[in-house]
Every structure is written in C-alpha cells, then in structure tokens.
C-alpha cells in the first residue's frame, strides 16, 4: 500500500513539474528594480498557478544589447538552448521613441529564436519627465505604446500596458509616488502596479485581493522582503489594472 501511495506521489509531481509554465522577461532596470518578475512569480504562486519566472535583465541594456552579448549578457545563447512558454521583451526606454527601427530589427531577430508555440509580449513602459524624444510627440500621452503597436508588434504579440497604467495612475492619484528620486525608475508602488498589469495580462484575472508585500528566505535561511506597498496603495494599483486590462 505505502509503495502504491509513494507512486502516487511521484506521478502527481511529475505531472505537476510538466504544466509548470516558463516565463522569461527580457529587459533592464525597468524590468529588475524592486523584484518584479519575482513579485508576479509571487502573485501567480498565490492563485495557483505553477510560473517560473527567471530574467535575463542588465542595467540600460537595449534588445540591440540582448542580441550582441553586450553588458555580459547571454540572451540570445538562452533562447537558442532552452525553451520558455511566455517571453517579455523590453526595449531601452528611450528607443521606441527615437530609434524605433532599432527596436524593431532586434526585436525580429530575437522573436525568431523563439519556437512558434512561446507567446510573445511586449513590455511597453512609461513616459517619464526629462525622457529623451518626448518633444517629437506634442500631441500624444502615450507615444511608446503607440509605436510599439504599429512598429514593432505582431497580429500574435501581446502589449504589456504598463505605460497606460501609470498614466491612469498618475491621474487618479497624483500623490503617490510612481518614481524614485530620479524621476524616472519605478518606485516600490511603479513595480507593483506594473507587476498587476503583467500578471492579469498573463493570466486572464484581476489582481485585485493579491497581497501587497511578498517575502521568501535567502540561502541561509533569513527572511527577506521581495516588495511591499502600504494597503490603500495596493488596492489602487489593483484597480487601476483591472481598468486598463478588463474595462
């Protein structure tokens, strides 16, 4: 009996280790700061879902960086050797505005690694004051989306609107802070409400009732914090999500 149950066992984790979907975010600081792709790993694991989530992410790193091997980056060996089910793509976030052919042509050659199978999102982040090229864009809010949609982006490829939720953000509550000192890189509260948008885009759910802070243990077995973001904020950045994403 004990060895029909241990078999059981066996074979339910088997299955499990099989369904278990792989998420690449391939991008830089805008993708890194404050663990956000750790922060959806953390948010899908709360909800069931079996994500792992790993980055191949360097300081200002370009997809032109990702592509040559620049800044000790290994991207492009990485999609040539394994496979992942879901793969985010971040340009520098000054290039869909001033060198949008640039992020086009490296996003192509990198998307082409890819199996056929792997879905494939873009990461369109936020306008920021000081950014370079907004001045080409008088009349537009959201410049970076809009040329990664009619640029750069496929029938088949999913935009992350995290540009869109900052600005929504921005509008509702122009009190909290979506940027560090530097006006420009997410705060704690930017990364998570990035990290809503990308976990409903990925999923299909709201992100509202997820927790708002996320902790794990290091290698010596101490706690640590992943993110957190007071109540009030988080219900905010859940809801301003949900209204780019479902509404």
């Excluded at 004990?2 to 066992?9: A, G, I, P, W």
């Excluded at 009349?139 to 600005?167: C, H, M, W």
């Excluded at 802070?213 to 992943?226: A, E």
Aim: glycine share 4%; aromatic share 12%; net charge positive.
């Amino acid at each position: 009996m004990r060895s029909v149950l241990f078999f059981f066992c066996l074979l339910t984790m088997g299955l499990q280790a099989q369904e278990k979907e792989r998420i690449l975010f391939v991008g830089n600081s805008f993708t890194f700061y404050w663990n956000l792709p750790s922060q959806v790993e953390q948010m899908a694991k709360e909800r069931g879902l079996l994500w792992d989530v790993e980055q191949t992410t360097a300081s200002g790193a370009s997809l032109r960086d990702h592509w040559q091997g620049n800044k000790a980056l290994t991207t492009k060996q990485l999609l040539e050797k394994e496979t992942f089910d879901r793969v985010i793509f971040q340009d520098h976030s000054t290039y869909p505005l001033v060198h949008i052919d640039t992020t086009a042509f490296y996003f192509k050659k990198l998307k082409a690694l890819l199996p056929a199978k792997t879905k494939v999102y873009l990461y369109s982040t936020w306008m920021y004051p000081g950014i370079n090229g907004k001045e080409n864009y008088p009349n537009s809010t959201n410049p970076i989306e809009e040329n990664l949609k009619t640029e750069v982006a496929s029938v088949e490829d999913q935009l992350l609107r995290v540009g869109a939720a900052f600005e929504l953000f921005a509008a509702r509550y122009p009190d909290v802070e979506r940027f560090t000192d530097d006006k420009k890189h997410p705060s704690p509260q930017g990364s998570y409400l990035a990290a809503c948008v990308i976990f409903s885009s990925l999923s299909g759910q709201s992100s509202k009732g997820v927790q708002r802070r996320y902790s794990s243990t290091d290698n010596n077995g101490k706690k640590i914090f992943y993110s957190m973001v007071e109540k009030k904020t988080a219900q905010k950045c859940q809801e301003v999500a949900d209204q780019i994403l479902f509404n």
